[in-house]
Nanobody, 120 residues
């Protein structure tokens, strides 16, 4: 299973970016998918998660500005980021809980990360 993020880049404060995370490979089901971020000197932190049924959860710092969504048919999760702030600058990572077979335990996979830089 591979998770590939895209959509990062440089944007001015107040701008928007949309990140994508596409899962590929052979698996039975993608469970919860999530976005995390890590800035230099800080621990990786949760940004948002979404279940296969569409239930979402957000960090307080991004509520009202970021929206997580997913397209189960495309095995892809998205993170729409609006009203970006310099504090949002970080490497953004996608993760997913994956069941390889119907009877297997869930394993967690991570993408390679995509850089988001917000200039003031």
């Amino acid at each position: 299973v591979q998770l590939v993020e895209s959509g990062g880049g440089l944007v001015q404060a107040g701008g928007s970016l949309r990140l994508s995370c596409a899962a590929s490979g052979s698996f039975f089901r993608l469970n919860v998918m999530g976005w995390y971020r890590q800035s230099p000197g800080n621990q990786r932190e949760l940004v948002a998660t979404i279940t296969s049924g569409g239930s979402t959860n957000y960090a307080d710092s991004v509520k009202g500005r970021f929206t997580i969504s997913r397209d189960n048919a495309k095995n892809t999760a998205y993170l729409q980021m609006n009203s970006l702030k310099p504090d949002d600058t970080a490497v953004y990572y996608c993760n997913a809980g994956v069941k390889t077979y119907s009877y297997s335990r869930e394993s967690v996979y991570w993408g390679q990360g995509t850089q988001v830089t917000v200039s003031s």
